[in-house]
């Protein structure tokens, strides 16, 4: 396996913001969160982060240098005129429902994503939930990169069918939760949802199903993985994202989409998911190893490991 250092660097594009969360574990206010934030922190463990985003002047100093710290190239991270996006959040006792309070786009309604030159030849690309014209947009911005995902919102698959439709047929890599697999789909089913978002273009279909874990859909292959079963869940917040970050970190550090390293990469997806949820915000994750993560991936291989016996 290859090392960061030596790994194919990962473009990812979507929102950065600040968050107040409540869940039944406590509350935190203003803390540093937004979906290429997270998928950035995840990424940054395994491969060389390229991110784009756009934060206002409020944005805290010490979030960039933390940012900076994970070694996460922040070019493309642009600083305009106003507030930074804020997300309020509210978690039901079964914390696989939330609620959103309140949503202060500020400067990310403006948000044009444009990437510097020096991103361009980005091998691994993520397309954060933003409109699905944006999304279109910064892939066409790319040289040749090697493997695109995309995720989505209820709200973009309600509102602009015809524009994420055009995105879906460009991209390898579908990652959603199964509420919206079926929405896009027009069907109820995971499995025969899951074979029609195939047909509309990309070879992968990652469905999220939050505590019950993941499951990856190509043609010809379906691979199941659970979530790591842990006693306390404090902020579920994130948990997709950097489930997506784990992965694509993983798959640059491995340079080649082969069924191994997909297989592997979900797992790796899985175990930072698993950790993010620990701590409010990005709070786990700040402290967190990579040897960390590799000894909870061997934990993962022994929870799942029936097929000796
Ligand atoms: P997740 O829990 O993985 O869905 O990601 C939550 C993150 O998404 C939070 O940090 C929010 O700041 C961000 N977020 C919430 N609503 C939106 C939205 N409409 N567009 C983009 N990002 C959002």
């Given at each position: ?38 998928f ?40 305009a ?8 959040g ?40 933003i409109?699905?014209s ?6 066409s ?11 989505t ?48 273009g ?9 505590e ?23 902020d ?18 491995a ?12 797992v ?14 990005l ?7 990579r040897a ?9 291989m ?8």
């Amino acid at each position: 396996m290859s090392s960061r250092e030596t790994a194919a660097s990962v473009c990812v594009v979507g929102s950065m913001a600040l968050d107040s969360i409540e869940t039944p574990e406590g509350s935190a206010t203003d803390v540093l969160g937004g979906a290429s934030t997270y998928f950035s922190v995840a990424a940054s463990f395994f491969a060389p982060v390229n991110l784009v985003g756009v934060v206002g002047s409020d944005f805290p100093e010490h979030e960039r240098r933390f940012l900076d710290s994970c070694g996460i190239n922040l070019d493309g991270l642009t600083e305009a005129e106003g507030g930074t996006f804020r997300w309020h959040g509210r978690y039901h006792e079964n914390m696989n429902i939330r609620d959103t309070v309140d949503l202060q786009l500020n400067v990310f309604e403006q948000f044009q994503p444009t990437l510097p030159e020096s991103y361009r030849a980005s091998e691994f690309v993520f397309l954060a939930n933003i409109q699905p014209s944006l999304q279109s947009d910064v892939l066409s911005q790319l040289e040749s990169p090697l493997y695109v995902g995309a995720d989505t919102m209820d709200h973009w698959i309600t509102t602009a069918p015809e524009e994420l439709r055009a995105l879906l047929s460009r991209v390898d890599l579908v990652s959603i939760n199964d509420s919206e697999v079926c929405q896009l789909a027009g069907e109820g089913n995971i499995v025969r949802a899951a074979r029609k978002v195939l047909e509309l273009g990309p070879s992968h279909l990652i469905v999220k199903r939050g505590e019950y874990g993941a499951l990856l859909f190509s043609s010809n292959d379906v691979f199941a993985v659970p979530a790591f079963p842990l006693e306390v869940v404090t902020d579920p917040t994130g948990a997709g994202d950097t489930f997506a970050g784990g992965l694509f970190g993983s798959l640059a550090e491995a340079g080649e989409i082969t069924r191994e390293t997909l297989r592997r990469a979900i797992v790796y997806g899985s175990v930072v998911a698993s950790f993010t949820v620990e701590a409010f915000g990005l709070d786990r994750l700040r402290a967190l190893s990579r040897a960390e993560l590799d000894e909870r991936y061997r934990a993962f291989m022994a929870l799942t490991d029936f097929h000796t016996y």
